[in-house]
């Protein structure tokens, strides 16, 4: 590994103290706003745009008390929720997370029965934001999904929060440990358009 120097650290000159302002000239009565008309080009029309105007005076010269900082208060915690809302033959797929990254996946399971036995499939789709939904493609009688929100790495799938799945208003998977959000589902069926 190669070595660079720390940057040296230099003192900086003292300002120069700047000369004093003149005393502007009481400004003439001028209407709010002044139009100026622009020559065109030949063959343009021709439009009123505004004329430049003095910059007003600050508040420091007319010994104005500058407004107190307003606190600013942080930015709600949100936790890391999925939720399925399962309906006939279709599925909505509800998130919240607290941050995106380029390893951040939803992790859906579709499992469709069929006389072969059962067909599985799973998806990872990124996600670009903190909130949001997805429909997945439609599915026959007896499809049932799952889905969760982790990070996808070479060592495998890092869950953050497991979905619960609701049909019909009523959870019919509970992950263990997982409490229901009522404002979660209504947050989901909104972003579903139900």
Do not use: C, K, N
Not at 43 to 55: D, K, L, Y
Not at 118 to 133: I, K, R, Y
Not at 158 to 187: I, M, Q
């Amino acid at each position: 590994p190669t070595e660079t120097a720390a940057p040296a650290l230099v003192e900086a000159p003292a300002p120069a103290e700047a000369p004093a302002p003149a005393e502007a000239p009481a400004p003439a009565e001028a209407p709010a706003l002044a139009i100026a008309q622009v020559p065109a080009a030949a063959g343009e029309p021709s439009f009123p745009v505004p004329a430049p105007q003095e910059p007003s005076p600050s508040a420091e010269s007319l010994d104005v008390e500058p407004a107190p900082a307003a606190e600013i208060e942080p930015p709600p915690v949100i936790e890391p929720a999925v939720l399925v809302l399962q309906l006939d033959g279709r599925a909505f797929v509800y998130w919240r997370v607290p941050h995106l990254s380029a390893a951040l996946r939803l992790r859906t399971v579709t499992v469709r029965p069929s006389l072969e036995g059962p067909s599985v499939v799973q998806e990872d789709l990124p996600l670009a934001m903190h909130v949001g939904g997805v429909w997945l493609p439609r599915s026959g009688p007896g499809t049932e999904v799952r889905a969760a929100v982790g990070d996808v790495s070479s060592a495998g799938f890092d869950v953050l929060t497991v979905a619960r799945v609701v049909r019909s208003g009523v959870a019919s998977f509970e992950p263990p440990g997982l409490t229901a959000d009522p404002e979660l589902e209504v947050a989901a069926e909104h972003a579903a358009g139900l």
